[in-house]
């Protein structure tokens, strides 16, 4: 008997079909969707589009990261290759601004050395014309006594040198 009181107090008397436990599981499905509707549609609806609206902006945001991300390396890659063209271009000036002073340096010694030889032939025709007269006077000092011995007189200075000059001259 409990059983049977239990079944007419939750439903009442009414006989239990098949029919009945659709219609009752039916209605108690639609009340459900009412409430939902009513209380909680709303604010899960717009959780919802939140979190569409939530991801889509992180995607976009996503995508002018990686957009950003890409421009940046191509913008460090130019500045990369400027660098390198920038460099090479150091190299070569450098490598052109030695060469050019080790061609002035060489040429620089070069003049200096012939500057030296003919500095050097200067003073030696110079010290070879020095020599010629000191031989000369040397020689005119010398005929002057070898003639004052033979003659036993002496003879003028300027004589004795135009005497000598002309035998220089024939020899």
Known sequence: MPAIMINSLVIGNIPTTTFTT??????????????????????????????????????????????????????????????????????????????????????????????????????MELERVQLMDSARQDVADLSMEIATKIVKKELSKDAHEDLINSHIEGL
């Open 22 to 123: 659709m219609a009752f599981v039916s209605l108690s499905f639609l009340i459900l969707l009412f409430l939902i509707k009513k209380f909680a549609w709303e604010s899960i609806s717009s959780m919802l589009e939140e979190r569409a609206s939530k991801i889509a902006n992180d995607l976009d945001s996503a995508e002018q990261a990686r957009l950003n991300a890409d421009t940046l390396i191509q913008q460090k890659e130019e500045e990369l290759t400027k660098a390198r063209t920038e460099a090479a271009a150091i190299i070569k000036r450098a490598k052109d601004n030695a060469e050019n002073n080790a061609n002035s340096i060489v040429e620089e010694a070069q003049a200096e050395a012939q500057s030296y030889r003919e500095k050097a032939q200067r003073d």
